[in-house]
């Protein structure tokens, strides 16, 4: 693309231009009317696409040659994890390029139809690259490409996705930052809230593919540990048949929550026959988490997420990564990409950030449920909630 030969001369342009063009800031190539004819050819998609999930995007050919890269962003869902990785990835990918990068955003909001649409946009348009951020629109668009780089953020796994071959070395078009949490971490949290021998009730979307890895992971280390609380709370038990089966239902259920918006009827089952909950990095439960914090306070259950915001948004605590970072990591790759002739996107290692994995707990939430998790730190709450009172105004 002839993006790529801007690199060698980037120290020495200077564009002004805003980091972040949205699609009303964009001016036509043309100030002629169309036809009359035209204008009912056109009238009538708009009129029927009033019901479908339609997200036109010019392609990169038709826009102005502003010398500009330009960036489709594919967003999974509107929560606060989410939104804050892909503006740090604006933020840092603009601050390399000095400004010379044009942005446009589109949220499919867990709709898979929506996803393949807007990718295929994306990919037909010339491009210079696309960041998708979540697992379900960068698996699609890694599919889909054929010579379009693809830079995958907010992703549990790349090798359980069917993304790549590795994470040393992916291979295809696509590779980016692994939002793993280190599961061993969210295991003794767990343990740590859990005052009785219940089985941990494990909650996330049916089908999706990452929720999914993340309890398939949290059961080996239940497994390894024989349940770990298991022969503490039980030790007569235990010595009297030491050949005891291991049955992981007796320590993890899996609760799965479908298509309808039945989120707290799942909620009051696993309550009924668990202890403590977990939520996985899971899109559609963190887009919300009111009924997850009406659920907490009202039945007092520790309720365990492996994400910050989602913490924030409703659950006792959390094991969580820093999702700035996965925005900035991602700007780094797609830096490189973008202005390395010889690099490829496949060639680029997935960033793991399981090493970066943090313990917290919500102030409010303890305060109001008296159970401290002390060997964690306590969160800033007034973050978000400063975010959605901006969002109501």
Not at 23 to 41: I, N
Not at 168 to 195: F, I, Q
Not at 202 to 219: H, K, N, P, T, W
Request: contains cysteine; charged residues 25%; hydrophobic residues 35%.
């Amino acid at each position: 693309m002839h993006k790529r030969l801007l690199a060698l001369l980037l120290a020495g342009i200077m564009v002004l231009g805003t980091a972040c063009a949205s699609k009303e800031e964009k001016m036509p190539l043309e100030d002629e009317k169309p036809a009359e004819e035209e204008v009912a050819e056109t009238e009538e998609p708009e009129e029927s696409s009033e019901s479908a999930w339609t997200y036109p995007v010019d392609p990169v050919e038709d826009l102005q040659d502003d010398m500009l890269y330009h960036i489709g962003i594919v967003e999974q869902a509107d929560h606060p994890a989410i939104r804050h990785a892909v503006e740090s990835f604006q933020e840092e990918l603009s601050t390399r390029l000095e400004g010379n990068v044009s942005f446009e955003i589109r949220c499919i909001d867990n709709d898979e139809d929506a996803c393949a649409a807007i990718v295929t946009q994306f990919m037909a348009g010339n491009w210079d690259l696309v960041l998708t951020a979540g697992t379900m629109p960068t698996r699609i668009a890694a599919q889909a490409s054929t010579g379009t780089p693809v830079v995958g953020i907010c992703v549990t796994d790349f090798i359980a996705a069917g993304i790549g071959k590795s994470n040393s070395e992916p291979g295809g078009r696509a590779s980016g930052s692994s939002c793993m949490v280190s599961m061993k971490d969210v295991w003794e949290m767990l343990k740590y809230v859990n005052t009785s021998d219940e089985p941990v009730g494990v909650v996330f979307s049916e089908g999706d593919i990452a929720s999914r890895y993340q309890y398939e992971v949290l059961r080996l280390y239940a497994e390894e540990e024989n349940g770990g609380w298991y022969e503490y709370k039980n030790p007569e038990e235990t010595e009297e048949d030491p050949d005891v089966e291991f049955d992981i239902e007796d320590y993890l259920k899996v609760y799965t929550v479908g298509g309808s918006d039945n989120l707290r009827a799942v909620l009051d089952q696993a309550d009924a026959e668990c202890g403590p909950i977990f939520f996985p990095a899971d899109n559609w439960i963190a887009c919300r988490m009111d009924v997850v914090r009406n659920f907490t306070l009202e039945t007092g259950t520790p309720t365990i997420a492996a994400d910050a915001n989602m913490c924030i948004g409703g659950t006792l605590g959390c094991v969580s990564v820093d999702y700035y970072r996965q925005g900035a990591n991602g700007a780094e790759m797609a830096f490189e990409v973008l202005t390395d002739p010889e690099a490829e996107i496949g060639k680029e290692s997935v960033y793991e950030m399981s090493y970066s994995s943090y313990s917290a707990y919500n102030p409010d939430i303890a305060s109001e449920l008296n159970n401290y998790i002390w060997y964690a730190k306590a969160l800033d709450t007034s973050v978000q909630e400063t975010e959605e009172g901006g969002e109501d105004q």
